[in-house]
C-alpha cells in the first residue's frame, strides 16, 4: 500500500519534492494545490513536468482537495514564515493529516513563534496526528546532523558549522535570493528589508542550544556581502567585478556571554570550494566535513520525501527533527 | 530528579561508562555488579579510580542488587555476544528496568540472532520497558551516522564505510584484540578461532540494508593481518619488523549479486592518519570524513551514557538505533 500524499505549494521546492514523490515506490501523488493561476486546472504531472499525466488536478482550492484526494499527508511548501502556512495548516489538521513541510520557521518553532507554534501544536494533538518541519538547512546540516555527532561525546563545550556554497549550481530564486549581481548599496537595502538573507539559523542555534542543555541568551546575526575581486562567470546572473557575488551570513548563540554555537553560511557565485563542517570542541573533539557539500535543493525535498513515513507514524503534536527517529533515505519498498 | 543507573560489568568499557556516569549531571549511580573477585565487595568509587567513595558496593549478586538499588535503567557491559548477556537481561527485565548495552550482537540483532532477539523483545514488551544496543561501532559510525546522511539523498546506490585508527591511542585489551606484536601465523590462528576480530560488521550492514529497502544477500567479511614494514614504536605493545601490528577487517554486504555496503577497518598500530569516512554513491553523492577519526573507548561510553534518557523514555521492546529519536549528547540538566 502506498502512501497517498497530498502537495501544497508547487514552487521549485514544493515541485522538487512532488517529482520525487512521483518517482518512488511507495509513494503517490494524490493531490496537488498552488494558488499561481498558471497551475491552477492542469495535470499535476505537466506542471510538473513529468512527461506523463497524473490524474491529479490542481483545483486551487485546497480544502476540496483534501476532502477530494483522503491523503495520507499533506506536504506544506508555500512559505517560509509561520505566520504564512497557518492558514493551511489549519484546514489539513481539521481533517486529522498529518504535514510535513520546508517551511524554515516550523523547524524549532517553540522559542521564536510561541504562540502559534502552541496554537498548531494543539490542532495538531486535537488531530490525533504529526507535524514536522524539516529540510536540509534548517532540518539538518546546521542543526540534526552536528547535534548526531554530538552523540559520541562525553563533553561538549562550543559548536561550530561551516556551510560554503558556490551557488553557481544553485537555481536562480536562491542566487537571487543570496543578492548575486546587486551593489553593495541594493544588496544592504535588500538586508535591511529582509529580502536577502537564510532564514532558519535561530531556530537551528536553539535546536542544537537544547539538545545540549545549554540556556541560550542572545543570538547575534549578521549579513554580509560577498563582493567579487573579478567578474564571476558560470552563473545565472552576470556578476561584474565589485558587484556582489553573493552573502556570507554568521549567527552565534551566547550562553552567559560566551560564544557557544556559530553557525556561518558562505553562499556566492564562484566559491573555490563548496563543503559542509561541523566542529565539536569538547571530548572527543570532533571535526567533520563533508566534502563539496550537499546540494541544497535536491537535499531539502529528498529531507522531505524521506521524512514521509515518519511523520505517519509519528505521535502526535508538532514536533522537531530533534524527537523524530533516526533521519534515513526511504526508498518506499 | 536523577535517572538512578546500575552498571552491570566493570570491565574497561562498564568501568569507562560508569565514569561518566559518576561526572554527570542528572545521572546517578545506585548499583554496580562485577563478578570479578577482585571487584566484589569494593566500593564503586574506589573500582572505578574516582578519588571519592559512592557508597555503593559491588555485591556480586545481580539480582539483589537490581532489589536493593530500584534503578531507572541498567547499564550492561558484559559480553559481546548475545548469548552471553541473556541472563542478565531476563534477570533485569524480570524486574521492570529498561537496557542499554554495549554487546555488540545486541545493536541490530533480529538477523543473525533471531531466536533470542524475539525472546528479549518479548521479555521487554512483557516488562514494558526498552533494551537498547548501542555504543560507536556498531551503533554510529558504521551504521547510524551513515544512515542518517542518507537522508538528504533522493536515491541510494551504495555505501561505502572505512574507519582507520592508529590503535596507539587505544587501551591494552584492544591493542591485543587487533593482533598487534603477533607473528602472521600466530594472527592467522586468533582469527581462525576468532580471538582477533572486531564484532558487529554484519549488525551494522543489516542495519544500513534495511535501512535503504534492500534485500540483503551474502555478507563476506575477512580479516587480514597488517604487517610492519619497520617496528613501531609507541603502542602498548612492541611490534618489531615483520611482526603484525594490527589488523585490516573489510565486509561486503550483496544484494542480488552487487556489493552494496562495504565497511573496512584499518585498525592498527601506526597508521599514519586515522578518520571515519562515509561514501554514499546515489544522489546527491556524499562524501563525509571525521578527521583524526572517533576516539573508539569514550565514544563508545559516550554513545551508551548519552542513549540513557531515551531509552528510560523509549517504547518497549528490543530497540535499535533506527528507531530511536536522533542521538544527542545528553548533559543531564
Redesign the interface.
Known sequence: MSIRVLHVGLGPIGAAVAR?VA?RPGLRIVGAVDIDPAKVGRDAGEVLDLGRRLRVTDSGDLDAEIRRSAPDVAVVCTSSTLGGVVPQFEAILRRRVPIVTTTEEAAYPASYNTRLSRRIDAAARKAGVAVLGTG?NPG??MD??P????????R?ERIEVRRVQDARIRRLPFQLKIGAGLTRDEFRRKVADRTVRHVGFSESIQMIAD????SLGRIVEQVKPKVAQRAVTGGLVPVASGRVSGLIQRAVGYVDGAERVTLTLEAYLGAPESYDSVLIE???????????G??GD??T???T???IPAVVEADAGFRT?????????????
Request: with cysteine; glycine share 8%; proline share 4%.
Open positions: 520525487q518517482a536540509v539538518f546540516t540534526a546532523l547535534i548526531a555527532l554530538t552523540a559520541v561525546c562525553e561538549v539538545a545540549m542543555g545549554w569538547g571530548s572527543p573533539r570532533i571535526y567533520s566535513k563533508i566534502e563539496g550537499v546540494h535536491i537535499a525535498a529528498s529531507m520525501v524521506n521524512s527533527m530533534r524527537d523524530m527517529r533516526l533521519p534515513s533515505f526511504f526508498s518506499g519498498t
